[in-house]
Each structure stands twice: as C-alpha cells, then as structure tokens.
T-cell receptor, first 115, second 116 residues
Framework: AQSVTQPDIHITVSEGASLELRCNYS??????LFWYVQSPGQGLQLLLK??????LVQGIKGFEAEFKRSQSSFNLRKPSVHWSDAAEYFC?????????????FGAGTILRVKS | GAVVSQHPSWVICKSGTSVKIECRSL??????MFWYRQFPKQSLMLMAT?????????EQGVEKDKFLINHASLTLSTLTVTSAHPEDSSFYIC????????????FGPGTRLTVT
C-alpha cells in the first residue's frame, strides 16, 4: 500500500538557520511527490513537486527538495529559515486511481522558528 | 490563478441536523474534486473523490449516506453532513484538480464544523 512517513512531528530551528524536513514514501510505481505547507486559517499551498527529470527541484519561498529513489526519500530543505516559515509541512505522494489520481499525505511536520 | 474557496469557513450546528459545505473553483474548471477530513494535529484523510456529473467514490470506512457529496458542475462540489453528531466535528478541506492535471490539487481554506 502507498504511504508517506514524516518522522519528525515537530522541529524547532533558529531564524537564519538551515532546515531539512524528512519524507519517506512507499509506492510501487514511479512516484509523483509533493510538498505542501499549511498555515493557520489558510489552505494547503503547494511548495514544490517532483514528476520526473532533475532530482533536485526548486520551489517557492526558497525551498528545494531532492528525490532519492534509492532511499525512497524526498526531503525538503531551505538554507536560511525566516520566522514566516513557521507552519505545518506535509509531504504527499500521488497515487493513480481509475476515478481520479489522489494524494496520500504524511502526518505532517510542525516547524517552529525561534528568534 | 487556481483559487479554491469554501463556504462557510466555520459552522456550528446541533446534533441531529444536517449541514452543507460548498467548494468552488473560482478561476478554473475542476474535473475532479476531493474532500478531506483533518483532525487536530493529524494529517489529511481523504474521504471521497468526485468527478463532475458522476457519483462520488468514497474511501473505505467513510459512510456515503452520512457524507453526501455532489459535484454538479465543473466549479462546484458540495459536502452535506447528514444527521450530524459531535464525533463529526472536524476540519473539512476540499481540493480541486483541473483538466489535464495528473496529480496536482488546489486546496480550499477548509471549514471548521462543530456539532453540539
């Protein structure tokens, strides 16, 4: 079965420090991978996605993620975190379904930024 | 572009009543819409997938007679929680997928339902 694991429930980093959020997936076929961010009172916003090609993908707000097939991972990174990055981050894998391709989400990682 | 709205943003209803939540794609046609439920400090759980003009496909364990989904047009889907009970209190989120988009979904801001 398809699944996504985000091992870290909470992460706290200092403003200006680098960030890496971990994501591991389980899917039998070529994965379509996503990172979304959810801020309080707002809907999920797509940060970046990987479909194929270059395994290092760039997203919005200075985020990037690297797809590593051998490790079944798609970790999210940012070189310098800003206080406004505090939010919950979800990794997801796209799953083909005959009636509509769905997303399977990880449990999420809450990012806290300390000044 | 690709904006999805939900209405209402929050609703309180009494146990035993029904409540309808609307999900609209404002600037694109959504051939497929999804409804999720999110419990506090938990991930999004897919409830059902709806295609315009077709019956919704429900995930295992989701009561289709309790959570009625209608996708009447390419820009509107509704979720009706029938005979609501306190355990139905949750955050409901919809998303929409545009024609030709393989997997990418655009999410609404969510609706907080509280059943008293």
């Amino acid at each position: 079965a398809q699944s996504v694991t985000q091992p870290d429930i909470h992460i706290t980093v200092s403003e200006g420090a680098s960030l890496e959020l971990r994501c591991n997936y389980s899917y039998g076929a070529t994965p379509y991978l996503f990172w979304y961010v959810q801020s309080p009172g707002q809907g999920l916003q797509l940060l970046l996605k990987y479909f194929s090609g270059d395994t290092l993908v760039q997203g919005i707000k200075g985020f990037e993620a690297e797809f590593k097939r051998s490790q079944s991972s798609f970790n999210l990174r940012k070189p310098s975190v800003h206080w406004s990055d505090a939010a919950e981050y979800f990794c997801a894998v796209g799953v083909y379904m005959e009636y509509g391709n769905k997303l399977v989400f990880g449990a999420g990682t809450i990012l806290r930024v300390k000044s | 572009g690709a904006v999805v709205s939900q209405h209402p943003s929050w609703v309180i209803c009494k146990s035993g009543t029904s409540v309808k939540i609307e999900c609209r794609s404002l600037d694109f046609q959504a051939t497929t819409m999804f409804w999720y439920r999110q419990f506090p400090k938990q991930s999004l759980m897919l409830m059902a997938t709806s295609n315009e003009g077709s019956k919704a496909t429900y995930e295992q364990g989701v009561e289709k007679d309790k959570f009625l989904i209608n996708h009447a047009s390419l820009t509107l889907s509704t979720l009706t929680v029938t005979s609501a009970h306190p355990e139905d209190s949750s955050f409901y989120i919809c998303s929409a997928q545009r024609r030709g988009s393989y997997y990418e979904q655009y999410f609404g801001p969510g609706t907080r339902l509280t059943v008293t």
